[in-house]
């Protein structure tokens, strides 16, 4: 089986679901990785019926929900045990969620940016009772390199270790390591392919002591050696675009950008040999 390319819904601020995966389809889009918050795209109380009909919609155009990107991460190193349980509650019901919509895993952050020995064995533990459950159903958790505490390849794979369950995945934010500072070829070298279901493409550049988000290409974040290196080593998960006009609504038209953001990857696949 080979990449699969998908766009998170974050793209598609003032649309519905079902609007997302309709424009996903009619993009060109092989999936979707629906936003699950409750401002967002779905969310845990909607409605099985409605989950139910989100499928078939997307069966009918010919794409798959791939996934369920949650916001759920700094509950998970929380000091404060009834945060903790909620969290891994609200963890719970979206892995249920997931199975609704036949998606392949949940995305979760990587607890806080305060990265203490204390936060990561909370964060540890707290992985370890939420991958039972999602071993049990099926699906995977995809840790994000989000910045918080698993953000590099070492301490990625220290998570996954000490975790020690085939349910937990990593997403590779590309962006997201390079914006620590980090070389993001490097670490994902140390980590390896075998764990990472899916890998995030968006792009930025500096500008004025911030980081503004721009088309794939436009900036500096250093997408190909990482594909080159993801060809070489087999990879065959998913490669998500990350088109951030929900946050940045300066940002073009998710419809007149997104063709050109799916071309720019697929040429990055494409274009490097195995």
Known sequence: MGVKFTVFTLAFPGYTAEGAVEAAARLGFDGVDIRAREDG??????????????????????????????????????????????GL????????????????????????RERTEENFRRLVESLKLACRGAEDRGVKIGVET????????????????????????????VAGVYREGLDPLSELKSLGVRDVIAVQFHDFKREGGAWKPVLLGEGEVPHK??????????????????????????????????????????????????
């Open 41 to 86: 795209h779905i969310y845990v109380d909607t409605p099985s019926e409605r989950r139910r009909r989100l499928v078939e919609l997307a069966e009918s155009l010919g794409v798959e929900i791939a996934s369920v990107y949650s916001y759920v991460g700094r509950e998970l190193a929380s000091p404060d045990p009834g945060e903790r349980r909620r």
């Open 89 to 112: 509650e609200l963890l719970s019901a979206l892995l249920d969620l997931a199975v609704d919509l036949g998606g392949e895993y949940v995305r979760v952050f990587a607890g806080t």
């Open 146 to 173: 989000h910045g918080e505490l698993a953000y590099s390849g070492a301490t990625c794979r220290r998570l996954l270790e000490e975790v020690g369950s085939s349910a937990l995945s990593i997403v590779y934010d």
């Open 225 to 274: 050696p990482v594909v080159e290196y993801l060809v070489s080593a087999g990879y065959s998960g998913f490669a998500v675009c990350e088109y951030e006009k929900w946050w940045h609504p300066e940002l073009p038209d998710p419809l007149e950008a997104l063709p050109r953001e799916l071309a720019y990857v697929k040429a990055l696949f494409g274009g490097a040999r195995p």
